[in-house]
């Protein structure tokens, strides 16, 4: 299966300026599509494939390969695996920018999840003023380190502007108002950037298990802390638990990884 889209640079003036022209410091030609919108065009495999239902019982692992660029025309295929489904994100080239599986979880998957979606492992700390965020470095990335608490609520009215940007269109979104996989996504790069002070960043992979579907009016809490820090190739790495609870029960946990320090090309 096949389909296009025109990616739309929806954070142009982010304060993360990978978004923006300090990019091509980076050896990048633009500024960068964020990656959790390039996921968020494979997130919609999974209810094209399997319907609603997905939403609330359904895991998706994807990885960032190479930008995507603002009114680049990309193609997302996808194809079935013995497990799911595998889809990617190509370029015009045919070079892969993105790639995901796809699956169903059973019960037996669920209950592997045990204490990563157990709401007492996360502790709760409150989002800094953004002018009191420390500026980021490893002493404040160190593994174990609590982030940010979120809160919002889901507005079913007001996502058709973001479905437009991601070239969105299955009904489970647009007539049923359930909540999409990749504005949750949003919120794992928030945990990070909401709580530290960072220079340009890119986000690298998430590897989100959708549990409850989200609806209209549902009140979200995000829960997060630092789990790795690493560098490779001279880029600076972190890894994110992040859960997400409505009610106080788990709704979508989320490992998520970010460079956030990358090596420049100067």
């Not at 996989?181 to 945990?191: D, I, M, T």
């Not at 690298?204 to 579907?213: G, I, K």
């Not at 009140?219 to 790495?237: C, P």
């Amino acid at each position: 299966m096949r389909r296009e889209l025109v990616a739309v640079n929806t954070a142009p003036d982010s304060e993360n300026t990978m978004h923006g022209d300090e990019a091509k410091r980076y050896g990048f030609t633009s500024g960068l599509v964020p990656g959790v919108d390039v996921l968020a065009y494979l997130a919609h495999e999974g209810v094209a494939t399997w319907g609603a239902g997905w939403l609330a019982g359904g895991r998706i692992a994807g990885r960032l390969a190479a930008p995507v660029y603002d009114g680049e025309t990309v193609a997302v295929e996808t194809e079935p695996t013995a497990d799911g489904i595998a889809s990617r994100v190509v370029g015009a080239d045919g070079s892969a920018r993105a790639t995901a599986t796809l699956a169903l979880l059973d019960e037996t998957t669920r209950a592997s999840l045990g204490a990563r979606t157990d709401p007492a492992a996360y502790a709760l700390a409150p989002v800094p003023d953004p002018a009191d965020r420390p500026p980021a470095s490893s002493a404040v990335l160190e593994p174990g380190i609590v982030l940010g608490t979120q809160h919002a609520a889901f507005h079913a009215d007001r996502a058709p502007r973001y479905l437009d940007e991601i070239s969105e269109t299955d009904p489970a979104f647009r007539a049923d108002g359930a909540a999409h996989p990749g504005w949750l996504l949003r919120f794992a790069n928030w945990a990070l950037s909401r709580t530290v002070r960072l220079g340009p960043w890119i986000h690298v992979s998430s590897d989100a298990w959708l549990l409850t579907a989200i609806h209209d009016g549902d009140e979200l809490e995000v829960r997060a802390h630092v789990t790795d820090r690493f560098e490779r190739k001279g880029h600076e790495f972190v890894d994110l638990a992040v859960l997400y609870l409505v009610d106080g029960a788990p709704v979508a946990f989320v490992d998520h990884r970010a460079i956030w320090q990358p090596r420049t090309q100067d």
